[in-house]
């Protein structure tokens, strides 16, 4: 079944102008922060949340540190509450950043609750991070993926493992006795999702059958990262259905053209402002040796690193739905972006729609959730083939039990 | 078939019990060693070639530096310690001195702590590897939340001597590349010193010189050079070389090549 999975990265917008200072991430000082106004940013995030659960669609939640551009620094805590603040949502962390938590376990511990209290809801993406967040973390950046996989393979067994406790001693995580209370809710465990821009990532994800997302790639990017999963789950006898692929993009719908085009300009605010000093960039160890040789060579030659975004900053709305990158205007407009591209990168059933930035009210934000689950998911649902598994414990979760 | 720089030196893949080393080998007189600091030995030639008048220089070129392949046993400064100390054990019949640069002395340090037997004298130039002062209080420029420009500015007493990277051919990047992910993996965290180190240098026994730049600027700690030679026991002289910064060997090849060779004449005190 398609699923559309609402996000927002609850960013703080009120920042100085970027001439001002050298990099939102990292070394923004937090004085630039008002905790009431921040309260009010917080409840109106929670608050698009909850409507979306009201409309039948999915919620997604992510986490970073040290930056304007989301203030919530834990995805645990913001499943916490939407795990009782919503009934029948899917919950979607995306993700845990696990090569830059020091315990894993600690991270089985906080999904599993999410998942009993949410009655068998989450969805638990574990993800690398990027390199801007490694030194908000500082988290050493060199083996990351190596230690990125270990801590994942310890969370999946923590999940697993209800028979007392098992000893974990591998290079970068050393436990004798894990044995994590509570259980999750769903059987064998929440289903486990893998965000990337990276052909290699998408390659061990298909060897673990985990669901793969990547994030405004355009049609290009996307396709590519997907046939990477797909040629290596062939090579391993396994043909993997679209219910294992997830694609990010903004989407912002309007009764019209003109309002469509209006709230896409105000969602473009996320690409527009993400100001990183290079050096929070290019982080050796982060990435192959031979790509950041071919980046100090361009730093020396005056061209400095680039962020991910910098290509589309400044590209109009209309080339980024072009490109794949924004499902925006009228519900028929986004029915036929969305399929047009679900048909060229060769399928999918989810859709992680970041419907908010920036200033964006709840008001606006909602009108477009509305049109989207009333106009366009309806038709999504009934156009495109997708798979026809279920979401794991969706069909066995339980009315939740009064008192003890 | 392994890759190696474009130099004069004699080079040689040596076996040791702990993994592989590339020694490069140039100059002649008696030996001496020599472990590169941060950049590896990509801005070393006109040191290596001044050190060369009176020595051999035995090169060390540290796995994971992008000449010497790194090693999946090589996880931090005590195991790249173990390789000078397995180096100079299998090459030397008698103590033989040995000179670090940086993080080169911080492994010269390290190696030297366990086996005060390997080295009849240590040169430390621009030593790392210690912390002494307060926990909020930063020992070392922090490399990878600098601008890399300004870090250029802040490793040179002079800017007219830093090296002009455009210089570099693509094999001398994909070099430094390696030696900037090196330096990322053994001195992350804690950052650029072992909290042990300090309290072992009293077992530094070998007479040791300590040389710094009057302009070094990426290390933070006040006289720096004054607290090595303060709790390093062999330690009976410190030099500061005037006008240079933490690159004393790039900037002041001929004039510390000089010192040290005074220091390697002198009797022991």
Known sequence: MFRTWVFTEMPYPFTPPEETYESVRVTLPSRYYDPDTGRDLFHRYYDIYRRADELGLDIMVNEHHSTATCVAPSAPISLGILARETKNARLLALGNPIANRSDPVRVAEEMAMIDVISGGRLEAGLVRGVPMEISAQNSNPVDMKERFWEAADLIVRAWQSHDGPFSWEGKHFHHRQVNIWPRPHQEPSPPVWIPTQTTSTAVEAAERGYT????????????????????????????????????????????????????????????????????????????????????????????????????????????????????????????????????????????????????????????????????????????????????????????????? | MKQVPDTTGCFEEVQLSSGIVIVERSGHGPPIILVHGEDGSLFLRPFIEALGAHKEVHLINLPGWGVTPGSNDIEGVDDLGLVLSDYTMSQFASPTPVIGL????????????????????????????????????????DIWATDPGELRHLLYGDPSRIPDLRDLDDDEFLRLAHATEAVARHGWAPYLYDPKLARRLVRLTSQTLIVTGTEDHFVLEPSFGERWAALVTGASEHVAIQGVGHRAEEEAPHELAAVIHKFLESQPS
């Not at chain 1, 999963?229 to 309007?254: H, I, M, Q």
């Not at chain 1, 964006?360 to 309806?378: Q, Y």
């Not at chain 2, 993080?103 to 130039?125: D, I, N, P, R, Y």
């Open chain 1, 212 to 404: 793969l997302a990547t994030i405004l790639n355009g049609t290009k990017g996307c396709k590519k990262i997907f046939d990477a999963y797909r040629e290596r789950s062939a090579e391993l006898g396994n043909t993997p259905d679209s219910g294992k692929f997830a694609y990010l993009g903004l989407v912002f719908v309007g009764e019209t053209e003109r309002d469509a085009q209006a709230g896409a300009r105000r969602l473009q605010w996320y690409l527009q402002n993400n100001k990183v000093a290079d050096q929070f960039m290019s982080v050796p160890g982060y990435m192959d040796v031979q790509a950041r040789a071919s980046m100090l060579r361009g730093a020396a030659n005056g061209i400095p690193p680039q962020s991910p975004l910098a290509d589309i900053v400044d590209s109009s709305v209309e080339e980024l739905v072009e490109a794949g990158l924004f499902f925006a205007g009228t519900p028929d407009q986004v029915v036929e972006q969305v399929t047009r591209f679900h048909g060229e990168v060769g399928g999918f059933d989810h859709l992680l729609a970041m419907v908010q930035a920036g200033t964006m009210s709840a008001s606006m934000v909602n009108r477009s959730m509305e049109l989207f689950a009333e106009e366009v998911l309806p038709r999504l649902r009934h156009d495109l083939p997708t798979s026809s598994s279920s979401r794991p414990g969706t069909a066995a979760m339980a009315p939740i039990a009064a008192g003890p």
């Open chain 2, 102 to 141: 940086s993080l080169g002395a911080w492994v010269t340090a390290q190696a030297a702590v366990f086996g005060q037997h390997l080295f009849s004298k240590v040169v430390l130039v621009s030593p790392i590897g210690i912390k002494t002062t307060a926990r909020e209080e930063r020992s070392y420029v």
